[in-house]
């Protein structure tokens, strides 16, 4: 069902043109990120476009569609950033080129994100995207623990809680990260990546 | 208004002896958690400690006064552990102090500190926290700051990135740390200090 409507999801973005279902999928994600999910109403997300339930229901299913779509959104970028990292022929670049592609997904889907690190696990599509964040982690750690057999990270820390610290300081991120900043993704990520790997590397 | 409700809760755990009414903290704490503080009704709250709300109330005044006393927990823990870091007489000490103390703080409070970092400022009694908070995040900025003038840390880092992305490592603890796991919280202070301080160090 959660998959289903995943697929529905993605089906429906491809069939109809964007612009006016991509304004309510990014209002609904942010009133989820400013309410919280559960306690925002179909009646909020209308009352903040400015648009009846029937024109809502024009462009999405149900409010649980939105938050498919984030999420599938944050989750495919994250995915498509580890499958480039897993194309580099060592364990040093691949480890940097997920920090680097993790970073700039953070940065660039900011709201999509948040919404994500933030899911409890309240419905089936919550613990679905779940599963599909620690399938994600889980790669990344098996990234971490093939570049601690080659000696480039400290081996006196479990891959699981290295791991953790590194995305600890990605996930941040999302927190307090401002595009019209000084910082540009790019640079971020050279930031955290030289952090990071710097603070890993064995003594 | 908010500044009373803190006192306010501060005089009550000091006049009624503790028991009961921690229990009814800590179930509050775990619920506003589990289903976001919005969601979370009274009537939910009788309903996990299955008491009666004339019960409840014997206890605290509000649902808002159990979000009072956990924020209060939380953020006094952190502002004890800034005084004892300030007490210190080098900027390395000082800052390796705060890491240490935030993290134990983080691994020992994990519910309280949970709710507090996912406060979105939806009522004066958050922001009040969430400027406490920001207070106390200046204070650290400075010690990282004094530690890239004695040139500990590397300073093509803005102090306020360094000190966010240390922090990122350390509030992802309320997310992963299990205090039942195989880690214990000095140990990981210890790990967090080092990949840190490493990580910061000036190449």
Do not use: C
Request: hydrophobic share 45%.
């Amino acid at each position: 069902m959660v998959r289903g409507s995943m697929d529905a999801a993605r089906r429906s973005r491809r069939g109809r043109p964007g612009h006016d279902r991509a304004d309510v999928i990014r209002a609904g994600v942010q009133l989820f990120n400013e309410q919280g999910y559960d306690a925002t109403s179909v009646s909020d997300l209308t009352a903040r476009l400015g648009v009846t339930k029937s024109a809502l229901y024009h462009h999405v299913d149900s409010k649980e569609q939105i938050l498919a779509v984030a999420l599938d959104d944050a989750l495919g970028a994250l995915e498509d950033a580890l499958a480039t990292a897993l194309a580099h022929p060592t364990a040093q670049a691949r480890l940097s080129a997920i920090i680097d592609g993790a970073v700039r997904v953070l940065a660039e889907r900011q709201p999509e994100v948040t919404l994500l690190l933030r899911l409890r696990g309240n419905s089936a599509l919550e613990l679905a995207a779940l599963e599909r964040r620690r399938r994600f982690d889980h790669a990344v750690t098996e990234l971490v623990r093939a570049a601690q057999e080659q000696k480039l990270v400290r081996t006196d820390l479990d891959a699981g809680v290295a791991t953790r610290l590194i995305f600890g300081m990605i996930n941040s991120v999302v927190e307090w990260y401002r595009p019209e900043g000084p910082v540009d993704p790019r640079s971020l990520a050279v930031s955290i990546n030289a952090v990071a790997l710097e603070g890993l590397r064995p003594r």
